[in-house]
């Protein structure tokens, strides 16, 4: 990439970092927690320590099937050793003969005694009741066995509080035997529209469609997104562009909520009636951040009685005020700053400590298998899609109003201020299946 230029004659736009970590530090984690079946986990924030009662697995156990032995007792290839007993997992045996070797099954405790297995590849049976096995390699100590603790040790923190589950993290917290889990209740997010233009997909057949009107495709996904993320969401529909009717929504959702998010509407338009109601209600920022596409949002807070909140048990306490954040109106801008400020926002929001969390996903680095003559004062995102050759494909129309390029792609290109791009460039590549996680 080519050497970023510093733009002249323009007030300096706030950066993405900086507006990320500006809007982390006005968040506090939900106080409230819940216990859910560990079935139900995945995806929540854990509320506290787990720590193990047990160690994983519990005994020395073996690995393979095939056969436990003493490695001592099989000093060459070709040793044959009487079967003893037979140890299926889930029994236990008993001490191991000297000069003799277990039948044993994988995940079957290692008998006293025993200290290697051969799997039963390495070995023949002899008799036609099986009663001995010819052991075809010469075993080293250890080999093939699972040893005690080797997984989890009795006393360890196993996952920390703040870690949010994942499918891996469930299955080890069944592992030690917990069949529930302590987890920050789920926040409860307002979602609404405000615009007289926009109609619900459904309800008007196209052909229909009155002139200036549009469908409402935002509502949609930001509804979407918000349950990936483990939301409770209340969607409000469409708002009426009226003043009183923007006012009386927003107190209402307050009250109720930890989060109020918007999409369009947070301008200076005669028509624009949710910065003057946020502002009626507590307070608004706007921010213009040097980012393309989603340079316009807000965030805000609207206030409410503190209280107790019995819908989230006894001890959980309405906090003041509620959080309030509007996106632009553009649905690839909503999408997009969704994704990189909504997203860790939320997650703190629910308990999430982890740094991995509360920023990008890690990039790849990738060649660009196309060009960006044209440099921008901005730092931009743009949607791409990898090919069967190892690069990336540039969607052809980089508006901020088609919803296409982020349907076709599968991931953003994060072009620094400044920079054009050449063919066969290495540029950072994040994956949205990272982001959308």
Not at 99 to 118: E, Q
Not at 368 to 377: L, N, P, Y
């Amino acid at each position: 990439m080519n050497a970023p230029q510093t733009p002249a004659g323009h007030a300096p736009l706030m950066s993405l970092d900086q507006a990320l970590a500006d809007l982390l530090g006005r968040v506090e984690a939900i106080s409230a927690t819940e216990t859910v079946a560990t079935f139900d986990a995945d995806g929540r924030v854990l509320a506290q320590d787990l720590v193990s009662a047990l160690q994983v697995p519990p005994n020395d156990n073996s690995s393979m099937d095939g056969y436990a032995l003493r490695a001592a007792d099989v000093a060459e290839a070709g040793q044959v050793l009487r079967i003893s007993q037979r140890i299926p997992a889930g029994h236990a045996g008993g001490p191991l003969e000297p000069g003799t070797c277990a039948r044993i099954f994988t995940g079957a405790p290692m008998p006293a005694g025993a200290d290697s297995v051969v799997m039963q590849e390495d070995t023949v049976a002899v008799g036609g009741d099986i009663h001995a096995a010819h052991i075809q390699v010469v075993p080293e100590k250890g080999q093939w066995v699972r040893r005690a603790g080797e997984d989890v040790a009795r006393g360890a923190v196993v996952l920390a509080r703040g870690e949010r589950l994942s499918p891996a993290s469930v299955g080890l917290a069944a592992s030690l035997g917990l069949g529930r889990l302590p987890v920050v209740v789920r926040p409860r997010v307002a979602l609404f529209s405000t615009g007289d233009e926009l109609v619900m997909p459904g309800d008007v057949p196209p052909e229909s469609m009155k002139p200036g009107t549009i469908y409402n495709s935002n509502r949609f996904f930001l509804r979407a997104l918000l349950q990936r993320l483990g939301c409770d969401v209340t969607d409000l529909g469409v708002v009426p562009d009226q003043r009183g009717a923007t006012v009386a929504a927003l107190k209402g959702a307050a009250e109720r909520h930890d989060l109020v998010l918007t999409s369009g509407g947070v301008s200076v338009g005669e028509e624009d009636h949710v910065k003057p109601a946020v502002q009626q209600l507590g307070s608004l920022d706007l921010w213009q951040i040097g980012m393309k596409p989603g340079k316009p949002f807000a965030y805000g807070t609207l206030g409410r009685a503190t209280g107790a909140d019995a819908d989230r048990g006894a001890g959980a306490v309405v906090t003041n005020p509620c959080h309030f954040i509007g996106l632009p109106g553009n649905p690839v801008s909503s999408f997009v700053t969704f994704l990189l400020l909504v997203r860790p926002f939320l997650l703190k929001l629910q308990g999430a400590t982890a740094s991995r969390l509360l920023a990008l996903p890690p990039a790849a680095t990738l060649p660009a298998h196309f060009t960006v003559a044209r440099a921008d004062k901005r730092r931009e995102f743009l949607r791409v899609r990898r090919n069967a050759a190892g690069g990336l494909d540039l969607f052809p129309n980089q508006s901020s109003g088609v919803l296409t390029s982020m349907a076709w792609g599968d991931g953003l290109v994060d072009k620094p201020a400044g920079t054009t791009i050449a063919q066969g460039d290495l540029v950072s590549y994040i994956s949205l299946a990272d982001l959308l996680a």
